[in-house]
């Protein structure tokens, strides 16, 4: 069955766009999570999404958002964008919330300049 | 933060063991150990978890104490492609989040 599968794969942005970055869970997964991983901070918690709904919220900036759609596809979306939030943003999907093994993509890079 | 405690690097010669340790010393009952890696620019890979028994799969075996304070990812016989930064992780299936400690930079040598 298809991965979990992320768009764009590299991405570069001026500081002060806004980017939104896609997520398409695995057939039949309705939990997607999103990580945020720099050389300085690592893989770190961005929030989850079931049903539509956001069930946890990592600690980030009010710019940092994201949504599910009805199919389980996510976007997050990063408003005026900053220097530091040039990073590889990782999607994972499961079944449901709390599951065995998370799949992750192989996410998105994103680079502002 | 992160519940684990692993060493930053190791190195492993081709076609040997491989024996990654993690500390978990604060583990809760409830608490699932897993282990992931992540080769260079890809997303994290799953390999595999368990509660309080020992576990197998096609890819690595995992040692858990009897006491569940800490835990071994062994790889049987490593290849080159096993050069990876592994991360051992304490999960709460309640819970919906996994949090990444360091992980430790896994090079498998010729």
């Known amino acids: 069955k298809a991965g979990v599968t992320q768009t764009p794969r590299y991405l570069i942005k001026t500081r002060g766009q806004q980017v939104t970055l896609s997520c398409s869970p695995i057939?039949?997964?309705?939990?997607v999570s999103w990580y945020q991983q720099t050389p300085g901070q690592g893989l770190q918690f961005l929030f989850e999404y079931f049903s539509e709904t956001q069930r946890n919220k990592g600690n980030f900036p009010g710019r940092f958002s994201g949504r599910q759609f009805s199919n389980s596809r996510s976007e997050m979306n990063v408003s005026t964008l900053e220097l530091g939030d040039s990073a590889l943003y990782l999607c994972a999907s499961s079944l449901r919330p709390g599951t065995d093994g998370y799949t992750f993509g192989s996410g998105t890079r994103l680079t502002v300049v | 933060d992160a519940k684990t405690t692993q060493p930053p690097s190791m190195d492993c010669a081709e076609g040997r063991a491989a024996n990654l340790p993690c500390n978990h010393s604060t583990i809760s009952g409830n608490e699932y150990v897993y282990w992931y890696r992540q080769i260079h620019s890809q997303g994290p890979q799953y390999i595999i978890h368990g509660l309080k028994n020992n576990e197998t799969n096609e890819m690595a075996s995992l040692i858990i104490t009897e006491d569940r304070k800490s835990s071994t990812l062994i790889l049987p016989h490593a290849t080159l492609r096993d050069t990876a930064v592994y991360y051992c992780i304490v999960f709460n299936n309640a819970g919906n989040m996994l949090t990444f400690g360091g992980g430790t930079r896994l090079m498998v040598k010729p």
């Open positions: 057939s039949g997964h309705r939990s």
